[in-house]
């Protein structure tokens, strides 16, 4: 791995601070939904879908909840900058960089699932331009690179 990547991976597979600091200063306010969702992936080894999701809130929340509950809460979080796609997967993670606006590098493990988020601005830099060479105006990038990770490698 390059060690440049290597540096900006995160530890963990997002930003375990509290939403209400980004949404405070951006004017936003999560709702009840919204706010079990972020803690359930801040406590999450692996991305989740949607459908990982709704047992863990029905047991926080103590009722029945239904996959909508679950997908507009994941849309708001995705459009505040608060969760990232991981489009192969259908699943999520927390952001590692909130509130910024940033293309998506994530290095997911094939053996244990675990998700690394990497935002490196060269590799971003190098798809537009490419796009734009080919007269494609690219509006979001999520690069996926599948593989072992370090731990899944030693054991």
Sequence with gaps: ????????????????K????YHQSRGHEL?????????????????????DIIPEM?????????????YRALQHLENEGLVSRIESKNAYVLCTHPGEEHDCLFFIC???GKAMEAPDKKI????RKEA???????????LEVLGVCEACSAG
């Design 31 to 51: 709702n009840a939904n919204e706010t079990v969702v972020h803690k359930i992936l801040s406590k999450a080894k692996q991305p989740m879908s949607a459908y």
């Design 18 to 21: 509290p939403p209400e600091h």
């Design 110 to 112: 094939r053996k244990c």
């Design 1 to 16: 791995m390059d060690s440049k990547i290597s540096r900006k991976r995160s530890s963990g597979i997002g930003s375990k």
């Design 58 to 70: 029905t047991k926080t929340l103590g009722r029945a909840i239904a996959p909508p509950t679950v």
């Design 132 to 142: 734009q060479g080919l007269g494609f105006s690219a509006s979001k990038q999520i």
């Design 124 to 127: 971003s830099q190098m798809v």
